[in-house]
């Protein structure tokens, strides 16, 4: 039996608890099972994708972030505050002191996904650097 | 602060794969291939770690580049 028998064994249990967490919410059975087989693909790939480690001792928070992944998140999260807060910082004071008007909500959104793309953008270069 | 390192060769000394080399010391085996490339410096201990699976003194495993920090 491989060391990651009991991780799988555990991640499916979970992976049907989260279906059911979505049927308490009312959603169809469909989309309860689309959230226990995504969700247990991706514990799947989780411990052969090189973000993290399998700590079976760890129980329920088995998957780990080993030092250079940890690493990698935070400088991708650093660098995604940074575009979220200078572009945010730029639109209060566009529309606050040029413009002198309110801000779109809809900018909001587009904030957020500069954010996201900067944070993926950035996960996937520092890896490919080493 | 440029860093290098001999993992690879004494990893294949002790017949160890990547894998079995990154189990032992907890990181993933993407952690072992970044450092064995130059391309990643390990924290203290981790560096610490990989001497003892690897039967090696840190600084025999890990120095820095001729010229920096002299």
Do not use: C
Request: aromatic share 12%; charged share 15%; proline share 2%.
């Amino acid at each position: 039996m491989s060391k990651l028998t009991g991780y799988y064994f555990s991640r499916f249990v979970i992976s049907i608890v989260l279906g059911g967490l979505f049927l308490l919410t009312g959603a169809a059975w469909w989309q309860a099972l689309i959230a226990v087989l995504g969700s247990f693909a991706w514990f799947l790939w989780a411990p052969h994708s090189g973000r993290y480690v399998v700590r079976t001792e760890k129980g329920a928070t088995a998957l780990h972030r080993d030092e250079r992944t940890q690493r990698i998140t935070n400088q991708a999260g650093r660098n995604a505050w940074v575009i979220v807060t200078v572009l945010g910082g730029g639109l209060a004071s566009y529309y606050g002191f040029l413009a002198i008007a309110d801000m779109p909500v809809s900018l909001l959104g587009l904030l957020l996904l500069s954010g996201v793309i900067t944070f993926f953008a950035s996960d996937y270069i520092l890896r490919r650097r080493g | 602060m440029p860093v290098e390192n001999r993992v690879k060769e004494i990893r294949q000394n002790n017949q160890l794969t990547q894998i079995q080399l990154a189990d032992a010391v907890g990181v993933t085996r993407q952690t072992i291939i970044a450092l064995e490339k130059g391309s990643y410096t390990p924290s203290v201990g981790l560096a610490l770690k990989l001497a003892q699976v690897l039967n090696a003194r840190v600084e025999h495993l890990f120095w820095l580049r001729s010229g920096e920090g002299e």
